[in-house]
């Protein structure tokens, strides 16, 4: 089957796309000076907008394509929504783990796939239209933005003065220097949802949160899918045995794994497309309908001309910032993954908050002060709060870990779905929690206790004594709580028994 893409002149209305961006919207006149221009509409700047506006400020909010960004367009809604239908296709084919017999013959229908992915995209985008920004006073402008100035900014033939600014403008996918790939032709996350079929051999490139959940959910809508990741192991950053897990389940799902292997020039022959790969010196090739790139991001800063603005920026890690979010303009602040080392939805929306409180309030608040988790929504999903072990040594800080298999989990057992861990590190010596990984199906709801607790000061201990359910799968935590309970009541009865001893006394 020939995949194809979405022609970008179809209507737009047929991807809910209307109320991002609409056609026949007119920049009003712009304002003679504004509290806050904002650059980006992604969820850091759409947070701020509607902050901003609802105290009282002036806002001009500066988007160059839609509304919602990356995150409702092109990344978070999109991706998360076709995982939801790929695992349905997955628990279909494994019904006999349920006490079921498979519906005979499963059919994957790609297209009614995509279809959903739109119309929840359109559902999502009517909740930050641009009708809902005018309607509480925010000036909204399409256009490329630049600075002209410290204290000005241009947009088409329009320039919007301001007392404070605030650049969101997110970050793109990041296409490796492959001899070959561009006259190829590739998907990454920004045009992969546009396909209407689905593609038979999909290689996927690159080993990243984003390359593993689409190179899963491909798989189980029915593609061939080969992932090649030049790191020796999955999700460089997390803990090495959740890596692994995902590794094995992905090859239980059929897909093939190219771990340490170097992706080293793209071809064309005929209607194919061959990577060529070599993995300890041994050279190889891989055919496929469709390439997708999950190489990371790097942000959005060319065409800003920050330069005029006295705004200081690297390519690759983005917009200098401090703790509390200032550049090196003292009036110009900038959030989300223009300028984080983490680039997630939730946190863009958080430090959001932080840049109206500083910029507007005159508040004081430090984006270390955060607590904040991520998740890889692969299945199973790993989820990650706090700091790693390797971290906290590199702090010298002592750690005890306290880890609880899924297997051991009723509710994990009832549901079939055992793969995975909770594993909470605690500073040896006492219950406050440094951090904590779960690597479960439901993972990125499991993570909240943890961090709640974290930025509560909650000890493992006391976060122990919350009565769940019986059975959920987050009794894992109150698990873990129990071996500290248990850790501690051993050192507790050694300690006495060695009281005893050095008294004489029988124990």
């Known amino acids: 089957m020939v995949s194809k893409a979405v022609s970008s002149d179809e209507d737009m209305t047929h991807f809910g796309l209307e109320s991002p961006h609409p ?3 007119e920049n009003p006149p712009p304002a003679d000076s504004y509290d806050v221009v904002i650059i980006g509409a992604g969820p850091a700047g759409l947070m701020a907008a509607y902050e901003a506006a609802k105290i009282g400020a002036q806002v001009a909010l500066v988007e160059r ?35 079921a017999a498979a519906p005979g013959p499963i059919a994957v229908d790609f297209a009614a796939a995509m279809e959903r992915v739109r119309r929840v995209r359109a559902r999502i985008a009517r909740k930050n239209s641009v009708q809902s920004l005018s309607d509480l006073g925010v000036d909204v402008f399409f256009g490329e933005a630049s600075f002209a100035a410290s204290d000005s900014v241009v947009v088409g033939s329009e320039a919007l003065r301001f007392k404070k600014a605030l650049i969101a403008t997110g970050a ?34 690159g080993g990243g949160p984003t390359g593993c959940e689409l190179a899963q959910a491909f798989c189980r809508l029915g593609s061939q899918v080969t992932i090649v990741q030049d790191e020796p192991m999955f999700l460089g950053k997390e803990e090495r045995d959740a890596a692994q897990i995902l590794s094995d389940v992905l090859a239980r799902d059929g897909i093939d794994i190219r771990l340490g292997t170097e992706t080293v020039g793209v071809r064309i022959d005929g209607t194919d497309r061959l990577a060529d790969l070599i993995q300890e010196g041994t050279h190889s090739t891989v055919v496929a309908d469709q390439i997708l790139i999950g190489a990371g991001q790097a942000p959005n800063v060319d065409k800003l001309n920050l330069e005029a603005a006295r705004v200081e920026y690297d390519a690759k890690d983005g917009i200098r910032v401090d703790d ?70 590199e702090k010298n800080i002592p750690v005890k870990t306290f880890t609880v298999p899924m297997h051991d989990v009723h509710r994990a057992i009832c549901d079939a779905e055992e793969d995975g861990f909770v594993k909470i590190h605690v500073r040896e010596g006492s219950d406050r929690i440094l951090g904590a990984t779960v690597v479960a199906r439901h993972a990125g709801e499991m993570i909240n206790d943890i961090s709640l607790a ?28 129990a071996a500290y309970r248990n850790t501690r009541a051993s050192t507790a009865a050694s300690a006495g028994d060695a009281l005893f001893r050095s008294a004489g006394l029988p124990r």
């Open 324 to 393: 509390f979010l200032q550049t090196t303009n003292p009036d110009i602040y900038a959030a989300g993954d223009v300028c984080a080392k983490r680039k997630f939805a939730h946190f863009e929306a958080a430090s959001s908050h932080i840049v109206v409180q500083n910029a507007l309030r005159s508040d004081r608040k430090r984006v270390s002060n955060l607590t904040v988790p991520w998740c890889t929504y692969t299945d199973p999903e790993i989820a990650h709060v706090g700091l790693y072990v390797r971290e906290a040594r």
């Open 65 to 99: 394509n839609l509304l919602g960004g990356n995150c409702l367009n092109t990344g978070c809604v999109p991706s998360k929504t076709i995982i939801r239908t790929a695992r349905l296709y997955a628990d279909m084919r494994n019904a006999e783990d349920f006490g």
């Open 23 to 25: 056609e026949a919207w």
């Open 172 to 205: 793109r996918p990041t296409i490796p220097p492959l001899g070959g790939l561009v006259a190829a032709g590739y998907l990454t996350h920004e045009t992969v949802f546009d396909l209407t079929e689905r593609p038979d051999r999909l290689l996927v490139i």
């Open 454 to 481: 974290i930025q509560a000061g909650i000890g493992l201990k006391n976060l122990g004594h919350v009565i769940r359910p019986y059975p959920t799968q987050a009794t894992a935590i109150q698990m873990a709580a």
